[in-house]
């Protein structure tokens, strides 16, 4: 009996601690296989550029552009035939683009080492540098593939992150860049006709998707936080945290267009989640106003940024495409008139402010 006892025992230790080498080197084969991968992406996407360079200093020290067609043509023939079709005239030809567009590998170095070379392509035919940046920086934090990042593009992230931006002025505790405007719920599968709690329940039910569209760095703390202000109870409708920001934000959902009085409880939730949630360590919260349309000029008027406040719409349908990208472009474009023209209303200030005290 104790024979077989021992036998047992031995065996069990055996296993234990053949389960702990196990996982010892299989982590270590992991972390291998990864830095791996990154060291030969990144020197793939650095050669894909060097090319580029070659290239474009080879055209530009002829000063010829009929020459540059030729000797590109004539280059990928013989690339193609060493190497395979990916030195093909139109694959030699991003790589003259990517070196163009990035003249410095060092602004690219880091999301080379994380993204495909298939990343990079999706941005090239992007307008501006902004743009381009937004989308490798988002695609970067968030590890996505060449889908994703022309998911991103296809709903115009950026421009809706520009139309978010353009409501922070100077004095805003919220980071630029922190939301969007207006939010795409169209994954939620809503019908024409809902009530909050419908919006509400449908966030929850697909958070994740939710989540996404909000952005990285956003996890859901509770829904329909309850507070207790001079015996009164009020309730939140959602609540997340931002691990990036270091901050609760708390978040309203509200049918139809932005009214004023929204301003005030949403500065309540604010002031009792500082006094009795935030935690060491973290900033003041900021708050999220989804309407399902907004009024620009109220919010200009309250300022409502200056208290750590964005209001931005959210659509629970997308109109076609071609409509789509002209709706965001001209919401975008009205958005950029007013940021300008309130601009110059606060150097106008500024310059009457001057004259006063020179004056004096």
Known sequence: MSLIKNEN???TIIENSGQILFDKISNLIEQSKRAI???ANATTIRMYWEIGRYINEDILENKRADYGKKIVSHLATQLTEK??????VRNLRRMMQFNEQFSDFEIVSHPATQLSWACFIEILPLKTMEAKLYYLNEATRGLIGRNGMREMISRKA???KEIADTQITAESPIPLGTFKNPYLLDALG???EYLEADLEEAILRELEKFILEFGKGFAFVERQKRMIIDGEDFELD?????RRLKRLVAVELKQ????AEYNGKMKLYLGWLDKNEREEG??????LILCSETRQEQIEFLKLDRDGIMVAEYWTTLPPKAEFEQKIQTILAETRERMLQRNLLIEGEDENTEGVGNGD
């Open 238 to 242: 959602l609540l997340f945290y931002n």
């Open 37 to 39: 991968y990154i060291h």
């Open 256 to 259: 139809g267009h932005f009214k």
């Open 83 to 88: 190497y395979g079709r990916t030195y093909e």
């Open 282 to 287: 973290e900033n003041a919260p900021i708050g």
């Open 190 to 192: 809503l019908k024409d």
């Open 158 to 160: 950026y421009e809706r």
């Open 9 to 11: 025992t031995d065996i």
